[in-house]
């Protein structure tokens, strides 16, 4: 599965963005869809995920202001991301795998490049 994401920008505080993340190469609906997000000098860290059935899973972080989704039929998971804190600024990626409901980045097999998002006070 090749992973493409897009959408990140600048926003100030309480602002919106919308990530997207197209995929190709694979059956995309067999694949658990999940965002991670690393910021300068910190791990990678699990964000959200979504399932082939459309069961969502969050981490409690961003549990009420991020909704994943995806489209199947388009190849394309998004991350909403409303009330946007300081401390969401990250590189987003989007990734890949076969393990349900998983928050582990070891579980997904397949990353895309990154999108970078940056959210001032």
């Known amino acids: 599965v090749q992973l493409q994401a897009s959408g990140g920008g600048s926003v100030q505080a309480g602002g919106s963005l919308r990530l997207s993340c197209a995929a190709s190469g694979r059956t995309f609906s067999n694949y658990v869809m999940g965002w991670f997000r690393q910021a300068p000098g910190k791990e990678r860290e699990f964000v959200a995920a979504?399932?082939?059935?459309?069961?969502?899973y969050y981490a409690d972080s961003v549990k009420g202001r991020f909704t994943i989704s995806r489209d199947n039929a388009r190849n394309t998971v998004y991350l909403q991301m409303n009330s946007l804190k300081p401390e969401d600024t990250a590189v987003y990626y989007c990734?890949?795998?076969?393990?349900?409901?998983?928050?582990?980045?070891?579980?997904?097999?397949?990353w895309g490049q990154g999108t970078l998002v940056t959210v001032s006070s």
């Open positions: 979504i399932s082939w059935g459309g069961s969502t």
């Open positions: 990734s890949a795998g076969r393990s349900l409901g998983s928050m582990r980045d070891r579980d997904y097999n397949y």
